[in-house]
């Protein structure tokens, strides 16, 4: 279905941008595929709030790639990165204990890496038109 494959497109770049080295999608990509669209499916976050994440994902690795590497990374990093563009795109948003609850991470984290990714992003969430595309270009030329 359109929601699985938009999953794992997520699941697979939020691993490219996690894992310094090639990954192979085997069991453990499986898994974070499956925690994505578990995240994406109860949140109802929209496909433009999703590709907004991915580029706040992508900002991080550039300017402080350590905060996005480590062991199982990727699922603190995707529910945060979710959060903060639902939350800049949407005036009704969902609670932080809300995204701790679905994503079954601990609250505490979660705020502890809001507070870091807002640091390192300079609290700019903003994302410009151009940026945008160009990110969509980025996106298309990663499919293919």
Avoid at 34 to 52: E, K, Q, R
Avoid at 110 to 126: G, P
């Amino acid at each position: 279905t359109e929601d699985v494959s938009l999953a794992s497109f997520v699941a697979e770049v939020v691993l490219h941008f996690c894992h310094e080295a090639p990954f192979e999608f085997d069991v453990a990509g499986n898994h974070f595929a499956t925690f994505c669209s578990d995240i994406l499916s109860f949140m109802n976050i929209s496909p433009s709030a999703i590709l907004v994440a991915l580029e706040y994902i992508q900002r991080i690795k550039i300017y402080y790639p350590t905060m996005v590497t480590g062991p199982a990374a990727e699922y603190v990093v995707i529910v945060v990165a979710l959060m903060l563009a639902h939350k800049f795109q949407d005036d009704n948003t969902y609670s932080n204990q809300s995204w701790a609850f679905v994503s079954k991470l601990p609250l505490a984290q979660i705020n502890s890496v809001e507070v870091q990714f807002l640091s390192a992003l300079n609290y700019n969430l903003y994302v410009s038109e151009s940026e945008y595309i160009q990110w969509l270009n980025y996106l298309e030329q990663y499919l293919n």
